[in-house]
């Protein structure tokens, strides 16, 4: 449409000295700490942190904290997928500056809606993505409801979660259901390879999409920017509408991918399975620095977020604690995750 | 950028077909626009001619931000036609008028404080392949070199600052050096100095004057009488919606204008 040329360029910047030009290489330490990059250095250093500790207390005790044995790294690796791929897709709702609390009722149902079809005959790979469809379309409705009526989307899919919940029974009851997919969709959603579990993989894979789209993708500076300053966007010529209806439907489909994850690797699926799990995702963003007014936020800080609660939950199991504990150290881990965030942000825009 | 088969917008140019070389680059006839019971615009006529900086003055509620939304493409108006190169031309968009090859600078600058000055300057028309993934060295190359460019912005060594870090006058140096970058013809800029320091208001009127030897045509919005009178080529005066008062820099005093400011 128009040609890039500046207007400044032939004359004022002839002149201009090579060495005048910053070094776009050219990185400092405090920098990257104070945040602007991509690379969500906080939590990063915590993860390790915690890391390091499990194994360095692995191999000291091996017979009390069976952190590296084969069987805790199998249990930790089919565990994050679930929670990791919907807090993947609410993160990166919330960087728009939208919530959806109907994450958890989408993932029971399309998962009972997937299992039905397959039961009556049909085959899995035919009702997956028919089941995914169903995913982005309740995610539609949510950004439908909220941007069409300008409603708050925390309300908006509070009422959408009773209403899916509801659709839930209403369409099964209140029994569980069974899932038999075949091996084939089996393996290739629960299988292993070697200790690597193929549900993780796909976690992995679709982190690397949500990277690229994020971060990478123009559709993510325009996440970028209607979620850190609506105005500004509309005024520069973006359509936050559409933006916000995208990440709506990206948060359906990954909570109905999630849903597929945890069908294929129990092999049945419970109609209460979903309940609290989209706080548990909202958690996990908050810990890994997704800001809850929108506009900030990245996909590896979502995906080590839902690593470490993971694995806090784990070394509470380890240590045999009771599960309360688990609830206590979230809350703990929540609150001070926000409190770090909030004070990270104060200095750097002071 | 994307291609819009369904409108026929040329960027503004000062030798356009028709204007004779010399005509206005954008003109506003008989323009009226209403927000339910208030009338905000009445009959209102207005233009920019290329190279030249309009100061436009008025009590508050006159109408100005009104006309600037018109010509970004933000408002449209009830009836009355602006022209573009001579030719009638709608504004329906933002899109539109970006198309013209107007930019537009608030007090409160388009900018998104949690992003990096690169991100901000390229918020929109990313660089990208042809898959939409941006080109980020380039853009980010592009942004430091803006940096040190015509609006030369002091105090800040690299375009991955966040914006959110900025002074009020750096903030709307990067509003303007992205204008610049995108070579645009026309800058609106709605009382841009009321958040400013003195001296950031003095670089930024500094800059409108380089940009107008570069060829680009500014409105500037003010409620400083003195500011205007520093730059400014042609005089506004607008109240209640109509313009009362359109006079060169050559035609007019300091004096005069006061007394129109005030009696209207
Ligand atoms: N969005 C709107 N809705 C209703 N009235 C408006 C709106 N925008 C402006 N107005 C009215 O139009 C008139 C002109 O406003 P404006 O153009 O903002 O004036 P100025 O910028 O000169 O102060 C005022 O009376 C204002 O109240
Ligand atoms: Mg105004």
């Given at each position: 449409m128009k040609k890039l040329t500046p207007a400044f360029a032939n004359k004022k910047m002839d002149g201009l000295e090579q060495g005048m030009i910053p070094n776009p290489e050219k990185k400092s330490w405090s920098r990257l700490l104070k945040g602007n990059s991509d690379l969500p250095m906080e939590i990063l250093i915590l993860f390790l942190l915690v890391q390091?500790?499990?194994?360095?207390?692995?191999?000291?005790?091996?017979?009390?904290?069976?952190?590296?044995?084969?069987?805790?790294?199998?249990?930790?690796?089919?565990?994050?997928?679930?929670?990791?791929?919907?807090?993947?897709?609410?993160?990166?709702?919330?960087?728009?500056?939208?919530?959806?609390?109907?994450?958890?009722?989408?993932?029971?149902?399309?998962?009972?809606?997937?299992?039905?079809?397959?039961?009556?005959?049909?085959?899995?790979?035919?009702?997956?993505?028919?089941?995914?469809?169903?995913?982005?379309?309740i995610g539609l409705l949510n950004g439908f409801l909220t941007l069409r009526f300008r409603i708050p989307s925390f309300i908006a899919t509070l009422a959408t979660m009773l209403?899916?919940?509801?659709?839930?029974?209403?369409?099964?009851?209140?029994?569980?259901?069974?899932?038999?997919?075949?091996?084939?969709?089996?393996?290739?959603?629960?299988?292993?390879?070697?200790?690597?579990?193929?549900s993780f993989l796909w976690f992995v894979a679709l982190s690397l999409v949500f990277w690229a789209v994020l971060h990478r993708h123009k559709f993510g500076n325009h996440i970028l920017a209607v979620g850190g300053n609506k105005q500004a966007a509309t005024a520069i010529g973006i359509n936050p509408t559409r933006v916000k209806l995208a990440a709506f439907g990206l948060a359906g489909f990954c909570a109905a991918l999630a849903g597929i994850l945890a069908a294929s690797r129990v092999g049945t699926i419970q109609p209460g399975q979903g309940a609290g799990i989209e706080l548990r995702?909202?958690?996990?963003?908050?810990?890994?620095?997704?800001?809850?007014?929108?506009?900030?936020?990245?996909?590896?800080?979502?995906?080590?977020?839902?690593?470490?609660?993971?694995?806090?939950?784990?070394?509470?199991?380890?240590?045999?604690?009771?599960?309360?504990?688990?609830?206590?150290?979230?809350?703990?881990?929540?609150?001070?995750?926000?409190?770090?965030n909030q004070l990270v942000r104060e200095r750097m825009v002071r | 950028?994307?291609?819009?088969?369904?409108?026929?917008?040329?960027?503004?140019?000062?030798?356009?077909?028709?204007?004779?070389?010399?005509?206005?680059?954008?003109?506003?006839?008989?323009?009226?626009?209403?927000?339910?019971?208030?009338?905000?615009?009445?009959?209102?006529?207005?233009?920019?001619?290329?190279?030249?900086?309009?100061?436009?003055?008025?009590?508050?509620?006159?109408?100005?931000?009104?006309?600037?939304?018109?010509?970004?493409?933000?408002?449209?108006?009830?009836?009355?036609?602006?022209?573009?190169?001579?030719?009638?031309?709608?504004?329906n968009s933002r899109r539109d008028s970006e198309q013209l090859g107007v930019e537009t600078i608030y007090q409160d600058s388009a900018l998104v404080d949690s992003m990096s000055i690169t991100r901000n300057?390229?918020?929109?028309?990313?660089?990208?392949?042809?898959?939409?993934?941006?080109q980020h060295r380039k853009m980010r190359q592009i942004a430091s070199e803006v940096l040190q460019g015509v609006v030369n912005i002091r105090g800040i060594d690299?375009?991955?600052?966040?914006?959110?870090?900025?002074?009020?006058?750096?903030?709307?140096?990067?509003?303007?050096?992205?204008?610049?970058?995108?070579?645009?013809?026309?800058l609106l800029l709605d009382e841009p100095t009321s958040a400013l320091s003195v001296r950031a208001t003095e670089a930024l009127l500094e800059y409108i004057k380089k940009l107008k030897e570069d060829g680009v045509s500014s409105v500037l919005?003010?409620?400083?009488?003195?500011?205007?009178?520093?730059?400014?080529?042609?005089?506004i005066v607008m109240s209640h919606g109509q313009k009362v008062c359109d006079v060169s820099r050559q035609e007019t005093t300091i004096e005069e204008l006061t007394r129109y400011v005030i009696l209207e």
């Open positions: 390091f500790i499990c194994c360095l207390s692995s191999i000291i005790f091996p017979a009390n904290f069976r952190y590296l044995s084969e069987s805790n790294i199998s249990v930790l690796l089919k565990a994050i997928p679930v929670l990791g791929i919907i807090s993947l897709g609410i993160g990166l709702l919330m960087i728009a500056g939208e919530f959806d609390l109907s994450v958890g009722a989408n993932y029971t149902f399309t998962g009972i809606v997937i299992a039905t079809l397959v039961e009556s005959g049909l085959s899995a790979f035919l009702a997956a993505p028919l089941g995914l469809a169903l995913g982005v379309l209403f899916w919940q509801g659709m839930t029974l209403l369409y099964h009851g209140a029994t569980s259901i069974r899932f038999y997919p075949g091996d084939i969709f089996t393996n290739l959603m629960a299988g292993q390879i070697g200790l690597m579990e193929t995702a909202i958690a996990a963003c908050v810990v890994g620095g997704v800001a809850l007014t929108g506009g900030r936020g990245t996909i590896l800080g979502v995906f080590l977020g839902a690593g470490l609660i993971y694995t806090i939950e784990d070394i509470l199991l380890l240590l045999r604690a009771p599960g309360f504990y688990l609830d206590i150290f979230i809350g703990i881990l929540i609150a001070g995750a926000a409190i770090f | 950028m994307d291609a819009r088969p369904d409108t026929n917008i040329t960027p503004v140019s000062a030798a356009a077909p028709g204007s004779g070389g010399v005509g206005p680059l954008l003109e506003l006839k008989g323009i009226n626009k209403s927000y339910g019971p208030v009338q905000a615009l009445t009959n209102l006529d207005f233009h920019i001619n290329p190279n030249e900086i309009i100061a436009l003055l008025g009590d508050n509620g006159a109408g100005k931000s009104t006309l600037i939304k018109l010509i970004s493409g933000l408002v449209q108006p009830d009836s009355g036609t602006i022209m573009v190169n001579g030719k009638p031309t709608r504004l300057i390229f918020m929109g028309r990313e660089l990208t392949n042809s898959l939409g993934f941006m690299s375009p991955d600052v966040l914006v959110g870090g900025l002074s009020g006058g750096q903030k709307q140096a990067v509003a303007i050096a992205r204008a610049v970058y995108f070579n645009r013809k026309i919005v003010t409620h400083n009488l003195y500011h205007a009178y520093l730059v400014c080529d042609r005089f």
